[in-house]
């Protein structure tokens, strides 16, 4: 469902994203982790049509998003690390407007988009100005708008800021549902459990390359350690941490 093929992003001489070949398939939960300025977010930005590849392809569910960016963008709901919402439109007007976005208008969208309200506790608010909703509402709003449109991939960057752990709870209970139902999310997390509880498999990014992919048991095998996917993580990007550690301290 999504596809990338030899895709590479540069700034200059700095090469943000090297040369990424990946698949995830529909039904797939995908965690994707690295470090910060591994390149996890550059990546999401260009599947999500925000970024311009320097080179090569993305595809969602076999469409070139350069060729076909508004079929390729309407399989597709995106979830950004920061909310950015449209302040003088109420929670109920932006949902609309979003799925407006989409062709999609109507009984059935309004209905929709209010049991995505009531989902995140937003439904008393859905008629408030996004102005005066808190930094958790926003991001809650936010996600129910990647939602409203029914997309067959779901691309998230960092989901859990600013949420509370009721809303972090029925996030994770709504990926998993939707996935079951054969849709396609990839997730980039800072939250290794999460990313381990939740994901069916996973891909580790250091300095632009994957470092790793597969299921939980089969990182295990790459890294030859028995442990969870902190230890595994840690394998590929901060093996020398403690030791870093100690030495600043002691300096």
Not at 52 to 79: C, H, Q, W
Not at 101 to 112: I, K, S
Not at 207 to 224: F, H, N, P, S, Y
């Amino acid at each position: 469902m999504i596809r990338l093929t030899k895709l590479s992003k540069q700034y200059g001489s700095f090469v943000a994203v090297d040369n990424i070949d990946l698949r995830v398939a529909p039904g797939e939960l995908f965690g994707f982790l690295g470090p910060n300025g591994a390149g996890k977010t550059t990546t999401l930005r260009m599947i999500a049509g925000i970024l311009k590849p320097t080179s090569r392809t993305v595809e969602i569910g076999g469409v070139d998003i350069e060729r076909d960016p508004i079929t390729a963008k309407s399989k597709l709901g995106f979830i950004p690390d920061r909310p950015f919402i449209y302040e003088k439109l109420t929670g109920a007007e932006f949902l609309r407007f979003v799925a407006g976005l989409y062709g999609q208008e109507g009984p059935e969208v309004e209905h929709r988009a209010l049991e995505l309200l009531t989902l995140f506790d937003l439904d008393e608010w859905r008629d408030e100005l996004v102005e005066s909703y808190s930094h958790g509402m926003r991001q809650k709003l936010i996600v129910s708008s990647a939602f409203v449109h029914r997309p067959q991939v779901i691309v998230v960057d960092e989901p859990h800021v600013g949420l509370d752990p009721k809303s972090i709870k029925i996030l994770r209970d709504l990926f998993r549902e939707y996935s079951r139902r054969g849709h396609t999310i990839m997730m980039s997390t800072h939250t290794l459990e999460t990313a381990e509880s939740l994901c069916d498999r996973i891909a580790i990014i250091v300095k632009g390359k994957i470092a790793a992919c597969g299921t939980m048991d089969e990182l295990r095998t790459q890294v030859k350690h028995g442990g969870g996917l902190e230890e595994i993580f840690l394998k590929f990007t901060g093996e020398n941490a403690a030791r870093n550690l100690v030495e600043v301290l002691d300096a």
